[in-house]
C-alpha cells in the first residue's frame, strides 16, 4: 500500500506541475486513512519545498453533501501562505484547476488548540477574530471525478483564497445566523447562513481541533481556519469577479484573471 499511496501521491503532484488535470486516484487507495496518507506526502513535500503553512480548510460541511456522497463527517486540508489572495486581487488564469467559488467565515486563531477534546469556551478563548473569506476550490481530477478518496488526498480539493480586512471579535456577530450573499458580476448566486455550516461555524472549528490533535498536527496561535461554505458552490471563469457579504463580518472580493489570446 506504501507503493500505491506514493502513487497516488505522484499523481496528483504531476497535475499541479502540468496544469492538467489527471486522473482520480481511487483506483489506487481504498480508505480514507489512505487518503489522508497521501495528503501527508503532498503536505510533506510543499513543506520540504518551503511553503509555509498557515492553517486549515474544513469541507464536506453541509448535511446534505455528506448525504449524497455517503459520508457522515467533514474532512480537512492545508493552507499555505501562498494559496492567500489579498481581498479584490486577482487570481492568475490557470493557477487554479477547474476553480468553483464558495463564501465561508474564517478564524484566525491567537492560541493552540492541543487539547484532546476541545470545548466551544476553549475555542472561543482561542480565537482572535473572524473574517468573511470566499474559498476558490480547485481539482486537479479531470471533470471533478471525485470520491471522497480522491477530495481527501488532493488536499481536500484546496486552491486558494481571500480574507476581508475588518476583524470582527465574536463577541460582536453571530456566526449562526449570521446571511451571506454572494455575487458573480453583479449577479447573486450563492445565499446561506452560518447555520448551513454543521449547524455553526464554530462546530466545524471543533470538529477540526479536535481530529488534528488526534492526528499529531494540532491547531497552532496565528493559523487561519476556513470553517466551509455557507452556501453552494458555483464555478468561476477567467474574467469572473466574485463578492461576498457575511453580515456582520463585511465583504469581500476576489478576480480572475483572463486567459491570454
Not at 520540504?48 to 486549515?56: H, I, K, N, S, V
Not at 458555483?234 to 491570454?260: H, N, Q, S, T
Amino acid at each position: 500500500m506504501t507503493a500505491n499511496i506514493d502513487a497516488a501521491a505522484e499523481r496528483l503532484l504531476g497535475a499541479y506541475a502540468s496544469g492538467a488535470p489527471c486522473e482520480p486516484v481511487r483506483d489506487l487507495i481504498t480508505t480514507l486513512d489512505d487518503a489522508y496518507a497521501v495528503q501527508d506526502r503532498l503536505t510533506e513535500r510543499w513543506l520540504a519545498d518551503g511553503r509555509r503553512l498557515a492553517g486549515r480548510k474544513i469541507g464536506l460541511t453541509s448535511r446534505a453533501v455528506q448525504a449524497q456522497i455517503g459520508v457522515d463527517s467533514p474532512d480537512f486540508g492545508m493552507l499555505f501562505a501562498d494559496m492567500a489572495v489579498p481581498d479584490g486581487e486577482e487570481i492568475p488564469a490557470g493557477a487554479v484547476l477547474q476553480p468553483r467559488a464558495e463564501a465561508e467565515v474564517a478564524l484566525v486563531l491567537e492560541r493552540d488548540l492541543t487539547h484532546e477534546r476541545h470545548t466551544a469556551a476553549d475555542l472561543i478563548r482561542a480565537t482572535a477574530f473572524a473574517l468573511p473569506a470566499i474559498e476558490v476550490v480547485g481539482s486537479r481530477v479531470r471533470d471533478w471525478d471525485i470520491t471522497l478518496a480522491d477530495t481527501v488526498a488532493d488536499n481536500a480539493s484546496s486552491g486558494m483564497y481571500a480574507l476581508g480586512n475588518r476583524p470582527v471579535p465574536l463577541s460582536d456577530v453571530d456566526l449562526r445566523l449570521c446571511g451571506m450573499v454572494m455575487e458573480r458580476r453583479g449577479e447573486q448566486v450563492s445565499t446561506g447562513n452560518g447555520a448551513a455550516c454543521l449547524g455553526h461555524p464554530l462546530n466545524a472549528a471543533l470538529w477540526l481541533a479536535d481530529t488534528l490533535v488526534r492526528v499529531g498536527r494540532p491547531l497552532r496561535a496565528g493559523d487561519t481556519v476556513l470553517t466551509g461554505a455557507l452556501g453552494p458552490v458555483v464555478p468561476a471563469a477567467p474574467g469572473d469577479v466574485f463578492e461576498a457579504r457575511i453580515d456582520g463580518l463585511g465583504d469581500v472580493r476576489v478576480a480572475f484573471g483572463k486567459e491570454e489570446s
